[in-house]
């Protein structure tokens, strides 16, 4: 089996009391991921070595099967398959139309392109009307929403989440858990940090733990 990441013997070390381990961690496509443990565990840092934004210090990362290559056309080439959602994204002022073409707009896709995608991706995240509203006129929630369909209309393999369901109230959770079944059923693979492990078995995902930077998958 070809998994979608493979990680040996890595270590990255943050200042001088931290340093996040991975003996060995397999990834799986088309599967949901659910990175768990407390704060300052090493969550983000992981979800930062996977989206290609921290080079680990030591050990292996292959994609696809393949070891990362350093070049910068390769890495933009990988980049572009892989996205990540911020906790706190940040989202530009205007409309929500306007942040979702800004990615699509770098990849020089073209207008009716960037509409039929804009189009297609808000119902997803069930904010269907939306397109035009201004941004400093959402809730948090909305927020979250416009973020995710940000990443997802790029259409990328892999979707990184970083705490995605930490804002999100208790009546919005069953929604968004099954969004997320939803996306990788369609072939997405998703691989999301949180406080909560039983939202592994919520989200019948694979349970990766992370503690005191020590990473078990």
């Known amino acids: ?24 961690l397999d990834i799986d496509r088309h599967k949901i991921h659910v990175v ?11 979800l930062r070595i996977l989206a290609l934004l921290l080079k680990p210090q030591q050990g292996a990362l292959c994609f696809s099967g393949q070891p990362i290559d350093p070049s910068p056309r390769s890495q933009l080439s990988l980049r572009r398959k892989i996205t990540l959602v911020a906790q706190s994204p940040y989202l530009l002022q205007g409309s929500v139309f306007s942040n979702l073409a800004f990615g699509l707009k770098i990849r020089q896709i073209n207008r009716a392109e960037q509409e039929q995608r804009i189009s297609e991706t808000l119902p997803i995240v069930g904010l269907t009307d939306f397109s035009q509203r201004p941004i400093k006129e959402l809730s948090g929630g909305e927020n979250q929403r416009v973020a995710l369909a940000r990443a997802l209309v790029l259409n990328p393999e892999v979707l990184l989440l970083d705490e995605p369901t930490a804002n999100i109230d208790h009546d919005s959770l069953s929604d968004f858990e099954q969004l997320l079944r939803s996306l990788a059923k369609n072939g997405m693979t998703i691989i999301m940090s949180t406080h909560d492990p039983a939202q592994a078995e919520r989200l019948n995902g694979h349970l990766i733990k992370v503690q005191n930077g020590m990473v078990k998958g």
């Open 36 to 46: 768990s443990g407390p704060n300052g565990a090493g969550k983000s840092t992981l």
């Open 1 to 24: 089996m070809e998994f979608v990441y493979t990680l040996k013997n890595i270590e990255h070390r943050l200042g001088e009391n931290f340093c996040l381990k991975v003996p060995q």
